[in-house]
């Protein structure tokens, strides 16, 4: 069974750090293309980073520079670095797998990825 779990969510202050861990079981990430997307309260659900089964990653603007999609294909593990945090940040974040045709694929839309984990909760207040 195809299952992933988020872990390192919690409270945060604004400029402060955080690591979020997305751990597969009953597959294996690096034959897959990995998004991380957030939904923040009363908002719409919104791609954060995606990194392809070639490696190959892709931000969103609101995050490009802040944020940091990576892969530990030893652990099985697709970490999420997000740095300088800022209260417009707070959400519940998503990692989510599918495997496109093409290694160097991968995109901002949730609806695109078909395997799901539970979410694991950020808020950047002070």
């Known amino acids: 069974q195809l299952q992933l779990v988020e872990s390192g969510g919690g409270l945060v202050q604004p400029g402060g750090s955080l690591r979020l861990s997305c751990a597969a079981s009953?597959?294996?990430?690096?034959?897959?293309?990995i998004i991380w997307f957030r939904q923040g309260p009363g908002k719409e659900r919104e791609g954060v980073s995606c990194?392809?089964?070639?490696?190959?990653?892709l931000d969103a603007d609101s995050v490009t520079g802040r944020f940091a999609i990576s892969r530990d294909n030893a652990k099985n593990v697709v970490y999420l670095q997000m740095d300088n945090l800022k209260p417009e940040d707070t959400a519940v974040y998503y990692c989510a797998a599918t495997q496109f045709q093409v290694a160097w694929a991968c995109t901002l839309a949730p609806d695109d990825y078909k395997h799901w984990g539970q979410g694991t909760q950020v808020t950047v207040s002070s």
């Open positions: 009953g597959f294996t990430l690096e034959e897959y293309a």
């Open positions: 990194i392809t089964r070639a490696g190959f990653t």
